[in-house]
């Protein structure tokens, strides 16, 4: 079992950029696939994006596709959200998620298919 805290969330204004953090516990953070969603105030939770165990393999959504970078650092058991030139309606939680997998080759979506979450960080963005 893992478990994730999320954090680098705050008031920024549009234009700025940010890295949110997801820290993960336990000595077996390489063998997950990681992910970030976000959810705005009264709307469904959203894929932004994710990589996959050896960070070889990502996958963004489209409305976040060359502004967004995903990485992360198996040393630091750590996932990371860039978030540059930030728009308003990127205002919402942001929560990062993990599933087991070592696959090389399957990009992983959708919110079924993640087994752990994080508790989300607030991102507000002002126009």
């Known amino acids: 079992q893992v478990q994730l805290v999320e954090s680098g969330g705050g008031l920024v204004q549009a234009g700025d950029s940010l890295r949110l953090s997801c820290a993960a516990s336990?000595?077996?953070?390489?063998?997950?696939?990681m992910g970030w969603f976000r959810q705005a105030p009264g709307k469904e939770r959203k894929f932004v994006a994710t990589i996959n165990w050896s960070g070889g393999r990502i996958f963004y959504a489209d409305s976040v596709k060359g502004r967004f970078t995903i990485s992360r650092d198996n040393a630091k058991n750590t996932v990371y959200l860039l978030m540059n030139s930030l728009k308003h309606v990127v205002t919402a939680v942001y929560y990062c998620?993990?599933?087991?997998?070592?696959?090389?080759?399957?990009?992983?979506?959708?919110?079924?298919?993640?087994?752990?979450w994080g508790q989300g960080t607030q991102v507000t963005v002002s126009s």
């Open positions: 336990g000595r077996t953070f390489s063998i997950y696939a």
């Open positions: 998620a993990a599933r087991k997998s070592l696959s090389g080759s399957y990009d992983y979506i959708g919110i079924s298919e993640y087994d752990y």
